[in-house]
């Protein structure tokens, strides 16, 4: 079975920090994608990547920034972070056609 | 623009009852559509995908359906248990070249021992 594991279960950064999440997968997978799950406006995609280096535009990319350099791992970079975006990040990659995987998420407090 | 909604947001049943939940999407031009679950504070797992020529899947006491023309997908749920206590998502992914997922807001499930 394919294991995407996000580094951090949960984070507390200042305002103004720069933040990197990451996240790995031990299968070679190209696609891998970022969501933010906040309440009431449940998960809505940051950023996603299908290869390396590439890299697309999700719903709400504005505040983030991404990253991947290999395959198996994936970033998302908060460039100056924000209390609007405490949030649980959640970071899922797909393999075989529309079979999605999901880490066990990030729970980001921006204090 | 793809809409995924379900409903009920929170449903709450005695242990033991089979029950159903609701999924609808707005654009039928899809390629799949899965079914998660969530636990709280977790991530999500996948419980079922059912591919866009297919009418249903099973695993266990789970049974997901599809009605691709009517934009409509249900979770059933048999003889259910009080660990199934969570909150379940749809989620579709459109045909072409989207790969990513757009997602229900979920239906909170109680199952009360």
């Known amino acids: 079975d394919v294991k995407v594991t996000q580094s951090s279960r949960y984070l507390v950064k200042r305002t103004g920090e720069k933040v990197f999440l990451e996240c790995v997968q031990d299968?070679?997978?190209?696609?891998m994608f970022w969501y933010r799950q906040d309440p009431g406006l449940g998960l809505r995609l940051i950023y996603f990547s299908y290869d390396v280096k590439m890299k697309e535009k999700g719903d709400i990319p504005e505040g983030y920034s991404v990253s991947r350099e290999k395959k198996e791992r994936f970033s998302l970079i908060l460039e100056s972070a924000s209390t609007n975006q405490t949030s649980m990040y959640l970071c899922a990659d797909s393999g075989t056609p529309g079979v999605y995987t999901f880490g066990s998420g990030t729970r980001l407090t921006v204090v | 623009k793809q809409e995924v909604t379900q409903i009920p947001a929170a449903l709450s049943v005695p242990e033991g009852e089979n029950l159903v939940l609701n999924c609808s999407f707005t654009d039928s031009a899809i390629y799949n559509l899965q079914w998660f679950r969530q636990d709280p504070g977790k991530g999500l797992t996948s419980l079922l995908l059912i591919q866009s020529s297919q009418r249903e899947q099973t695993s266990g006491r789970l049974n997901a359906s599809l009605d691709k023309s009517s934009g409509r997908s249900t979770l059933y749920i048999a003889a259910s248990q009080p660990g199934d206590s969570a909150t379940y998502l749809c989620?579709?992914?459109?045909?072409?070249?989207?790969?990513?997922?757009?997602f229900g807001s979920g239906t909170q499930l109680t199952v009360l021992p």
């Open positions: 299968m070679d997978h190209e696609n």
């Open positions: 989620a579709v992914r459109q045909s072409g070249s989207a790969r990513q997922l757009t």
